[in-house]
């Protein structure tokens, strides 16, 4: 099995930043794409922001463009999501995940098929 672990959550001000972290495997990052998804509460879960695998791609959701960027350290197997501007809306529980694509079709490595999850880490934007 492929554990995933995130942290950095937290309680953070309108217009700040928070640094969000999540614990992987060599394993992982050889063999899977990772994304980071978000759910608030009484909605559905949403995706944030991935990065491909061999290239390093990345994708993001219209929401979060210009104010987060997802980024990858293989020699820590770790993956970041850097948060700036937060606004109240950004108020989640934020997942990360090891993700796939069997068939081929995907436009974005967001749309690929979800293979293991993250407990989660709570992000709160409140003055």
């Known amino acids: 099995q492929v554990q995933l672990v995130e942290s950095g959550g937290g309680l953070v001000q309108p217009g700040g930043s928070l640094r969000l972290s999540c614990a992987a495997s060599e394993f992982a990052l050889s063999n899977y794409a990772i994304g980071w998804f978000r759910q608030a509460p009484g909605k559905e879960r949403e995706g944030v922001s991935c990065?491909?695998?061999?290239?390093?791609?990345?994708y993001y959701a219209d929401s979060v463009k210009g104010r987060f960027t997802i980024s990858r350290d293989n020699a820590k197997s770790m993956i970041y999501l850097q948060m700036h501007s937060l606004k109240p809306e950004d108020t989640a529980v934020y997942h990360c995940?090891?993700?796939?694509?069997?068939?081929?079709?995907?436009?974005?490595?967001?749309?690929?098929?979800?293979?293991?999850w993250g407990t989660g880490t709570l992000v709160t934007v409140s003055s």
């Open positions: 990065i491909d695998r061999d290239d390093g791609s990345t």
């Open positions: 995940a090891t993700l796939w694509d069997p068939v081929g079709s995907a436009r974005n490595c967001l749309e690929y098929g979800r293979h293991q």
